[in-house]
């Protein structure tokens, strides 16, 4: 049973550039999160989708979006890149919004580490 | 909201040794609490947590938790420490089924433990 995948493992970008970053849950799973890790720091929320919709976001800008599909898997993207930007993006699996993490929890990915130049 | 402080960012330890990894958190509702294990490179992985009853949890490596509400604390324990315990540990919050931000977690800054030959 495969667990959550995300795609690239690792990219370069440049500042100002647009990236797009993929996840792919966990087999029976249909709620994507999104979290980013930086440096030396604990993993910060971004934003959850259910049902092909943003259900909750953290503090970050416009310039982070995402979009979740029929089949669950999501994409992130960041536009306009900032050297800041630079961190390990973590994507977490789970079956729906209730019984989060009573019944089964997250499912966490390797991450794709990203990297701004 | 809620916030997580891991008071220590370093912990060496020698093998066979007894350790203790503090966790303090904040929130004006009531919380789950979790503790996640990432090895160098990879994603997260979740050690343990408590949901309701028990404020004693335990995972199956031997380590285990004690939620103090009193003290808001969820300090992580274990007797003694093996070569293969080095990683960096997470503390995390969620609110519970009744917050806004349930199914959100918020991280800690993490505690890195080395356990020396």
């Known amino acids: 049973d495969a667990g959550v995948t995300q795609s690239p493992t690792h990219l370069i970008k440049t500042r100002g550039q647009q990236v797009t970053l993929r996840c792919s849950p966990k087999?029976?799973?249909?709620?994507v999160s999104w979290y980013q890790q930086a440096l030396g720091q604990g993993p910060q929320f971004i934003f959850q989708?259910?049902?092909?919709?943003?259900?909750q976001r953290g503090n970050f800008p416009d310039r982070f979006s995402g979009h979740q599909f029929p089949n669950y898997s999501s994409e992130l993207n960041v536009n306009a890149l900032l050297l800041g930007d630079s961190a390990l993006y973590l994507c977490?699996?789970?079956?729906?919004?209730?019984?989060?993490?009573?019944?089964?929890?997250?499912?966490f990915g390797s991450g794709t580490r990203l990297t701004v130049v | 909201a809620q916030s997580v402080t891991q008071l220590d960012s370093q912990v060496p330890v020698f093998e066979e040794a007894p350790v203790e990894l503090r966790c303090n958190y904040s929130?004006?509702?009531?919380?789950?609490l979790f503790w996640y294990v990432q090895y160098p490179n990879q994603g997260l992985q979740l050690l343990l947590k408590?949901?309701?009853?028990?404020?004693l949890v335990e995972s199956i490596n031997g380590f285990e938790a004690e939620f103090n509400k009193s003290q808001t604390s969820f300090h992580l324990r274990k007797p003694s420490v093996h070569i293969s315990d080095t990683a960096e540990y997470f503390c995390?919050?969620?609110?519970?089924?009744?917050?806004?931000?349930?199914?959100?977690?918020?991280f800690g800054q993490g505690t890195i433990l080395t356990v020396h030959p």
């Open positions: 977490a699996s789970s079956l729906g919004t209730g019984g989060f993490f009573t019944n089964y929890g997250y499912t």
């Open positions: 408590y949901l309701s009853g028990s404020t």
């Open positions: 989708y259910y049902e092909e919709e943003e259900r």
């Open positions: 929130s004006s509702v009531s919380v789950y």
């Open positions: 087999s029976g799973h249909d709620t």
């Open positions: 995390a919050v969620s609110a519970n089924a009744g917050g806004t931000s349930y199914g959100k977690l918020t």
